[in-house]
Structures are given as C-alpha cells and as structure tokens.
C-alpha cells in the first residue's frame, strides 16, 4: 500500500507541474480585448493553380479562374468579405450609406500607394469603373449593365461618391473588383488594353507585388510575386 501511495503522489504532482507550464505558456489577453498581430515581412507562399494563364489584369479575367486566382494577391480592391461574409475596407478607410440607400461615399486609405510607389486616389476608382462601363471591354453584360446606370463622382483625392438610380441592398458585393492603377493605362484604349504586354507584368496595390514569370516552352508556368 505504501508503494501505492507514493505513485499516487508522484502522479499528483506531476499533473500539477505541468498544469503550471501550460499556465505560464497561455497568452495574456484582457477581457473584451482582442489580439494585435503584427504583419512580417519575408517568407514564402506557394499556390498550385490547374490551368493557363491568361492577362493579370481584374478587368480581363472573367473568364479564367487562374487569372483571378493571381489577381487577388496582386491587385486590392475598395472592399473585401471575411469569412464570415462581412465586409470590410480594403483600400477603403471607411465609408457611409444615405438614408434611402441610394448614396455611398467611400474614403481611401490614407497613404496608400502602389506597388511602383505612386499614390492611390479617387481617380483611379473611378478610371476602372469607367473602363467597366465602355464598350469594347470583355465585361459581362449583366455586369456592364449594372454599371452603366450608377453614377460616380470625385469628391476630393481620397473620397468618391457612388449614385444609384435606386436602393439596392447588395451593392457592396460589386466593390470587391480589383482597381487598376490609372497612371499605368490612361492612354490606351480598350483594345490596346486588351493586347498590351503590361498584362503581364502587373502594377498593383495589393498584397503581393509582381515580380517575373518563368516560362517553359513558351507557356507560362511560374509566377514570382
């Protein structure tokens, strides 16, 4: 019996001391105070993607899951979805709805820039939503059509105003298009924007910044962001 009690101590005591090292390694969080995690810089992130790519360009990549697949770790867009489905800003601050919900204004990020250092403003929101709503761009057309009845309009560098003809609840699902840099293609039409090589090597603001493609045979296969 006396052996059995001095295992039964042993036992008791070594539950204790590893209760107090799993204490000691708990994080010290504040009620109602959620964690701040710090961003780093360096690593590495590989994707395998199935398929060819096509144009870096979130206007040209309807049709190719690849290109959208890239897109999203290039370009940024105003706003984003958690995996929850709620929406919050990407290059956007904050913004505000009208009563009738007929009005959005977005603020931009302050001292937000793109990935060759020039700054992100209005402009440029408003230069992609107008290359959306001309012709001769390979838009959806129930895209293209819902575009073309809201209006937009500058407030100042970092604010721009969304008009729509009428309420309607799932606008913000159409703000998570990626937004073009419009210094980089402001003088290229629709068709020159379509053939342009600089679809291939993409200035954006999201993420990860383009760096090469390596490709083998003549097809692109890898992707250095």
Do not use: C
């Amino acid at each position: 019996m006396k052996i059995l009690r001095w295992q039964i101590l042993i036992v008791v005591i070594a539950l204790i001391a590893i209760g107090i090292i799993l204490i000691g390694y708990q994080p010290t969080i504040l009620p109602g105070v959620e964690p701040v995690i710090e961003p780093t810089s360096g690593g590495l992130y590989t994707e395998a993607l199935i398929g060819s790519l096509g144009r870096l360009n979130p206007l040209l990549d309807f049709y190719n899951q690849v290109d959208q697949d890239v897109d999203r770790l290039i370009y940024s867009s105003l706003i984003k979805y958690d995996d929850r489905g709620i929406p919050w800003g990407d290059l956007a601050d904050s913004w505000g709805i009208s009563q009738d919900g007929t009005v959005y204004n977005f603020s931009i990020r302050p001292n937000s820039v793109w990935h060759d250092g020039e700054p992100i403003t209005s402009s440029d929101i408003k230069f992609t939503i107008d290359l959306i709503q001309s012709e001769g761009m390979p838009i959806p057309e129930d895209l293209q059509a819902f575009w073309k009845l809201v209006e937009l309009v500058i407030i100042d560098e970092s604010t721009i105003q969304f008009r729509l003809p009428e309420p309607y609840a799932p606008f913000l699902d159409y703000l998570t298009l990626g937004i073009l840099p419009q210094h980089i293609w402001q003088n290229l039409t629709p068709q020159e924007i379509i053939d342009s090589d600089m679809n291939l090597t993409p200035v954006g603001s999201g993420p990860y910044q383009f760096d090469r493609l390596l490709s083998e045979a003549g097809e692109i296969r890898r992707i250095f962001n």
